[in-house]
């Protein structure tokens, strides 16, 4: 007698004969930890099988893994045990509340430079037009996991809004911690590539408009307005110029500016940007952890921090070293059923993404 359902024991048989019904084992034993452990063979239909397998144990409130072992593959079954976090059921709507502010009070900032001034005049109608910009693609961001996780009936929390400062970088996005395992490679890619995707469509909305309403200026006066400080460069990514060329503000003998709402946008396609590298347990990591495996997964997470600090962005890319170190990545349950053909080829089109959301070394003008 080992395991506990409800606080009363279950016999190893009822265990035994959950998993021979779904799995073809050839051989088991009882671990020191008290788990079972059961040698199968492998089967064209094994990813199936082990889902089916997965939901006859939730009834006895107990989990499985699957894992390759040299030339065998085991099935070990064990109690559930949720992830837990001491973080209060008020603290998302909080920080929503509290970053909300600091993105309304930045716009406002914005709103009043030569970028903004120009075609809305009334400072709190650009800042509230930036909000809702700002807000819309990162919470749709969240959006796009949260759905994902719903279909799969994986458990989460509410998204945790990161503040930032007003007038510099007013919201460092937002993350939402799983309660529950991902059952197999599919589910885990779902998750991580349904954010970014959401987001960018909404980035990509937000910065043609941005770019319609951003002023153009003579480019002999350029020089002038960043020596008094009144603009500032930053470096666009591919997709941001698309946007300038289609709302027609690429024009000889003028250079366009940033608005607050193509600001709202150059912030959202870094976010999608750092989210896409297949790093650690970005979005882009549980992406590259689906599709290549551990081991690569390692590979080009490094690679990914190479990249950021070439980029500039050295204390992201510190940041992804040091928690890469601590908590590397996420296992499936099923850590041996590959990943589908699609998403195998969405893995190469996410990396494309990237590439189009990087911020490239030219600048421009906000």
């Known amino acids: 007698m080992v395991f506990i359902e409800n606080g009363q024991p279950i016999d190893h048989n009822t265990v035994i004969s959950t998993v021979v019904k779904h799995m073809y084992v050839f051989d088991y034993y009882i671990r020191e930890d008290n788990k079972l452990e059961f040698s199968i063979k492998d089967s064209h239909t094994l990813k199936d099988d082990f889902q089916k397998l997965l939901n006859s144990l939730k009834s006895y409130e107990m989990i499985a893994t699957l894992r390759k072992n040299d030339n065998y593959l085991t099935v070990t079954v064990g109690n559930i045990s949720l992830h837990k976090t001491r973080l209060k059921d008020w603290m998302p709507i909080a920080l929503l509340v509290i970053v ?19 075609y809305i005049k009334d400072p709190w109608e650009m800042a509230m037009i930036y909000t809702v910009s700002l807000m819309g693609i990162l919470g749709i961001h969240e959006l796009g996991h949260i759905l994902a996780a719903k279909k799969y009936k994986i458990k989460f929390t509410w998204p945790f809004f990161i503040p930032g400062f007003p007038g510099v970088f007013p919201t460092f996005g937002a993350v939402i911690f799983t309660r529950s395992h991902m059952p197999n490679r599919d589910v885990l890619f779902d998750i991580g590539f349904a954010g970014p995707i959401a987001g960018l469509i909404v980035t990509i909305v937000v910065s043609v408009y941005g770019a319609a309403i951003s002023p153009l200026i003579p480019i002999e006066q350029v020089d002038v307005l960043l020596s008094e400080s009144q603009l500032i460069k930053l470096n666009p990514s591919i997709l941001m110029l698309g946007s300038y060329f289609l709302a027609g503000k690429i024009v000889e003998g003028f250079t366009p500016l940033m608005s607050p709402i193509a600001f709202a946008a150059w912030i959202g ?13 970005l979005d882009g990591g549980h992406i590259a952890r689906a599709a290549i495996g551990k081991k690569w997964h390692k590979r080009t997470t490094f690679m990914s921090i190479i990249t950021l600090a070439g980029l500039g962005y050295v204390i992201m890319a510190l940041l992804i070293l040091i928690m890469n170190s601590r908590s590397p990545d996420v296992k499936p349950l099923d850590d041996v059923s590959p990943l589908s053909k699609s998403r195998r080829n969405l893995f190469i089109i996410s990396l494309f993404l990237a590439l189009l959301c990087a911020p490239f070394p030219f600048s421009f003008n906000f």
């Not at 909300?100 to 120009?118: C, H, K, P």
């Open 269 to 281: 396609f870094l976010v999608t940007f750092l989210n896409l590298l297949p790093a650690w347990q």
């Open 100 to 118: 909300i502010g600091i993105v309304l009070y930045d716009g406002f900032l914005r709103s009043q430079t030569i970028s903004g001034e120009a």
